[in-house]
């Protein structure tokens, strides 16, 4: 164990492997850890964020669900209604058309009543003239007794 | 069984032997007498560690340049593995980011290049010293002075090297994040405070700055020392295992026998040492962490 001149060369090339080291090796290498080690945060940070937007996104289909089937409900109800309404409608002109129809039939037949009775009554006056025509066997001048025949007629009616 | 070849080769004895790998190639041809000699390198520990550390950047760079953030390969994520225990440790013993982003490096380049340079006892012992010797006696050299060492932190200049890098980044660490200032106070007041009484102030200044110099040293050099320790324990004794099987002298029951221990003796220790390896690594690198986060904090 003897003290030489080694020594001064080793400690020049111990400093300058620890040059190199520090140089070289140490700070891509810790440079690749830390940028692995924020990508791993990252990506788990992400994933958490992730999982919060579908918890989200589950929460939005519920209410977009719960929603459309309000709507849906909505919309059958309105239908049902209108549909109530055009039934009601639609009753209340038929009955009004019935009503139309009656009255017009109920007119029909009163003026018809009356013609028949017009016309019965010419019949029983030109009956009453031949009668009387007959019982008085003699001839009867209709342009005489014209006036005679029409207040008979009023009296008739 | 390579030691038995070299002893057969060269007629060396068990001392001679391990004499032989305990030598390190300073150029001289020699063991280094003085205890300290400014004017000698040893070779092979340079050699290795400059290698050894080299590889390990290069490796790193590899992996580092293709860095994904995606889905990163086997070696990237194996590599990540070892910068995201260094970060941590960092993160908790420097408190300072800016101060972090050289010291984790730091440490990483500390553990990853200790951690190499003490697995080099795992190759067989005298694999690498064999083939030197080889190519040095191709040269036209003696074989007998093809020395080689092949662990880098069992030479106490490397380790005390390392270590006093350490004890640098500490010092500019103090100086930087107390201001000289503030750090000059501090070597005279800490750890045992100081007085309003100028004499007395004077005196717990001078015991303050001795303790100081004592915690500067004592860590450094024992920061140093532990790992050189440790792995040349760890080499020693592979080689007092090869010595077994360098015994070798033909089909006998002794020999046999030795062969077997040297097997067992050798399989046990390692599966040992790489605990040591990977430990001493380790603790040489949380040591680096702890002395500089030291610096980063008052007494």
Known sequence: ?157 | MSAENETAQHGLSAGEYIAHHLTFFNGTGAKQQALVDWSLINYDTLFFSVALGALACLAMWLIARKATTGVPGRAQAAFELLVEMVADQAKGLIHSAESRKFVSPLALTVFIWVFLMNAMDFLPLDVLPNIWAAIFTGMGHDAHHAYMRVVPTADINATLGMSITVLLICLYYNVKIKGFGGWAHELVSAPFGTSKNPVLAIVLGIVNFAMQLIEFGAKTISHGMRLFGNMFAGELIFMLIALMGAAWTGFNAPSLLLFAGHFVAGFAWALFHILVVVLQAFIFMMLTLVYVGQAHEGH
């Open chain 1, 1 to 157: 164990m003897n003290l030489n001149a080694t020594l001064i060369a080793q400690l020049v090339v111990f400093l300058v492997f620890v040059w190199f080291t520090m140089k070289f090796v140490w700070p891509p290498i810790t440079k690749a850890l830390d940028e692995r080690a924020k990508k791993i945060s990252d990506g788990l940070a992400a994933a958490d964020k992730a999982k919060t937007d579908l918890a989200l996104a589950e929460k939005k289909v519920v209410d977009e669900l719960r929603r459309a089937r309000e709507s849906a409900s909505d919309l059958r109800g309105g239908a049902e209604k209108q549909s109530a309404q055009i039934i009601d409608e639609a009753r209340a002109e038929a009955a009004r058309i019935v009503a139309a129809a009656r009255e017009a039939a109920e007119q029909e037949a009163g003026t018809a009543i009356q013609r028949a009775k017009e016309s019965l009554r010419d019949q029983v006056a030109q009956l009453a003239v031949a009668g009387a025509e007959q019982i008085l066997r003699r001839e009867i001048n209709a342009q005489v007794h014209a006036e005679l025949l029409s207040n008979l007629k009023q009296e008739l009616r």
